[in-house]
């Protein structure tokens, strides 16, 4: 049979006890991780320590790297130091320390939350609220009594393990006998395979305004005005990334335009590739082209527009030159409908004649 005492300080709970500390100790292994907390104490010329309370777990199913699990046992840890400075707060004055012997973890427990991935980042976050990072001291493995936590050690065993009971021998030694604070057994690689990735400018160099089409495929939309809409912010968010002077507020009838004349360009471009280059070098179209009767031109946007015998008409530019779009294209599809709802549903005629005029 184990014995544990109901009081912490014995014959001396009657006597003014000054300078309490507690000691939380924390350790992890693949099978289980946890902690343990001591009361030191000063009295007289006499220096005690023991055992208040310990907690463990066992490792989860999914396979956590040891790193993490020794996060864990750390997070126990504070939590478990919190309950007891709660529970002693009126009666005690209670200076904390914590001891790991993870290099990894007093890195990132002394460094900020917001470098590492999610995982390490919330838990480093809820140990920097309920402690001190400064607090936070290196403890050889040999000398964690934590390390009894995750170890197969019968009750008999346990029982005879005094370090268990009052912590490890320097725990009642003065202070400059600890162990010394370092982190020389930390590897680099170890610690940074938790720090998350900075965003990098890829869209500034990798995609542009005019590779929307490489972030969203406008045909899961049957909607025309909520691609453009889709597109509009999507050319905003690349613009404020590489640009220092910012686009705020809602979108502008302009950025819309822009949106319109992008998939126009792109749908262009996908079948007239290579009427687009013979018109770029202002060469004839090849006899086959299919839109080599229209007389075809490019416009200031570089948009494949109607060209004829209309230039002096009394006429709107869109309506004397209207956009070339091929029928089996999804956006041709999309903006006919769009034209057809906008005339209340009218015949071809109506309908030709709204896609020849301006989009406002």
């Known amino acids: 049979d184990v014995e544990i005492p109901r ?66 046992a750390a997070l126990i840890g504070v939590r478990l130091s919190k309950t007891v400075q709660r529970y002693f707060k009126e009666q005690l004055y209670i200076v904390p320390y914590y001891w790991s012997d993870s290099s990894i973890v ?8 917001e470098r590492w991935k999610p995982f390490v980042q919330n838990r480093t976050r809820e140990i920097q609220e309920k402690s001190e990072p400064a607090s936070w001291r290196y403890c050889p493995t040999e000398q964690n009594p934590a390390d009894m936590l995750t170890r197969d050690l019968s ?6 393990e005094k370090s268990w009971w009052f912590g490890p021998e320097w725990l009642t030694s003065p202070e400059c006998s ?41 045909e899961k939309f049957s909607n ?15 613009h404020n990334a590489k640009n220092k002077e910012k686009q705020f507020g809602p979108l502008t009838a302009e950025e819309l335009e822009k949106s319109e004349t992008y998939w126009i360009k792109n749908t262009q471009e996908e079948y007239f590739a290579e009427e687009i280059k013979a ?28 060209g004829g015998r209309l230039q002096h008409a009394d006429l709107m530019f869109s309506e004397k030159h209207p956009i070339i779009l091929p029928e089996q294209s999804y956006f041709a599809d999309l903006t006919t409908k769009c034209c057809h709802e906008k005339t209340g549903h009218s015949g071809i005629a109506g309908t030709l004649l709204r896609f020849r005029r301006p989009r406002n």
């Open 7 to 72: 009081h912490y300080f014995g014959s001396l709970a009657k006597i003014n006890i000054e300078n309490i500390q507690l000691h939380c100790f924390v350790d992890a292994s693949e099978k289980a991780y946890g902690a343990v907390v001591y009361f030191r104490y000063h009295h007289k010329n006499a220096l005690q320590s023991r055992m208040v309370v310990s907690k463990s777990r066992v490792a989860p199913l999914k396979k956590l790297s040891l790193p993490r699990l020794e996060l864990m």
């Open 106 to 113: 007093l890195h990132w427990v002394k460094g900020s939350p």
């Open 155 to 160: 009750i008999a065993s346990l029982k005879e």
């Open 178 to 218: 600890w162990p010394k604070m370092t982190t020389s057994s930390c590897k680099e690689e170890e610690v940074l395979t938790e720090k998350r990735e900075k965003v990098k400018k890829v869209l500034q160099s990798n995609c542009t305004t005019e590779q929307v089409n490489k972030l969203f495929n406008p």
């Open 224 to 238: 025309l005005s909520k691609i453009l809409r889709i597109t509009a912010w999507i050319r905003r968010f690349l």
């Open 279 to 306: 018109l770029i070098s202002k060469n004839p179209l090849a006899k086959e082209s299919r839109i080599k009767k229209f007389n075809p031109f490019l416009d200031g946007d570089q948009v494949i527009r109607v």
